[in-house]
């Protein structure tokens, strides 16, 4: 909805009582069973001046292109330019700290992602913010599942024959990962837990670097994004056995779940917007209204899902839940599995 209301006008104190009484849903958000609009006049003008989107890691990479996809349509819905700027450095906790110390006005927030505040939490007790009281859940903005890959000379034609196969082959098969402590390592972890299989851990630094040994075959496995690991199998260099969201990608809806062999695995990268800790509740629901709006946006959905991104939104309290319950499976991961980040 591009509806624009008059942000000059001040409003009296009755007339803020009478619009915060006759609220009404905006299209999009009612289709994502969100709640009522707030009015600019209810924020209190907000926003008058461009909002800045903090991402914490380098320009080029799956969350810079990610907010930058999104800016412009959510800054239409804003009424104001959100500028997208590059605070990397210690795998986004520097970025992150920085916004855990803003102001919490609206006019600095954070593009997090699973590694900032679920896993990167429980690897490193010494972080600099504390993931859950120093930020405001705004919405869960996307998901970026894996793709279970093998090679083509794997005797696994399905996630049912690899298993089979792991469990005959104790400690034999390898699995390749972007490094330890990484969400490839956790995915490919929580698989082994899951299915009762032992297969042993290669490190690389990031998995292009593994793709040849993988294509060989000196891999017998690896759980790799979906946009780079599916050019590989549609090129036919790589055998493609399932993806980790909960359910069938609608980016590769030909392949199955791993769930639906390991009943709740799950494994995303996720995406989230947060502000800084207090954040008035009006900020809050525009915040969170508008990006819902631009996430519906057809144009934001297909360049998302060509980055292998799942649009997800919904409301700021589901995603706080949905942040909690990611935080604790990764955790039990990496007390089972004795994980660091070393």
Partial sequence: MNAKLN?????????????????????????????????WAQAGGFPNKPVRLVVPFPAGGATDVFARALSQKWGERLGQTVVVENRPGAGGTIGSAA??????????????????????????????YDAVRDFTPLAHVGNAPSIMLVPNSSPAKSVQEFIALARSRPGQLNYGSSGNGTIVQLTTELFKSRAAVFITHIPYRGTALAMPDLMSGKLDVMFDS???????????????????????????????????????????????????????????????????????????????????????????????????????????????????AD
């Fill in 7 to 39: 942000q000059k006008t001040p409003a009296t104190s009755n007339h803020r009582r009478q619009l915060l009484q006759s609220g009404t849903a905006l299209a999009a958000g009612a289709a994502l069973g969100l709640a009522p609009a707030f009015s």
């Fill in 99 to 128: 916004v855990a110390q803003a102001a919490p006005d609206g006019y600095t927030l954070l593009l997090a992602t699973s590694s900032t505040h679920s896993i990167g939490p429980s690897l490193n007790p010494r972080m600099p």
């Fill in 226 to 340: 979906l946009p780079t690991g599916l050019p590989h199998v549609r090129e036919g260099r790589l055998r493609a056995l399932a993806v980790t969201s909960a359910r069938r990608s609608p980016l590769a809806p030909d392949l199955p779940a791993v769930s639906e062999v390991l009943p709740g695995y799950a494994s995303n990268t996720w995406f989230g917007l947060y502000a800084p800790r207090a954040l008035a509740p009006e900020l809050v629901a525009r915040l969170n209204t508008t990006v819902n709006e631009a996430l519906a946006d057809a144009d934001v959905r297909d360049r998302l899902g060509r980055l292998g991104i799942e649009p997800v939104g919904g409301a700021a309290d589901a995603f706080a839940r949905m942040v909690a319950a990611d935080s604790t499976q990764w955790r039990a991961i990496i007390a089972e599995r004795k994980i660091t």
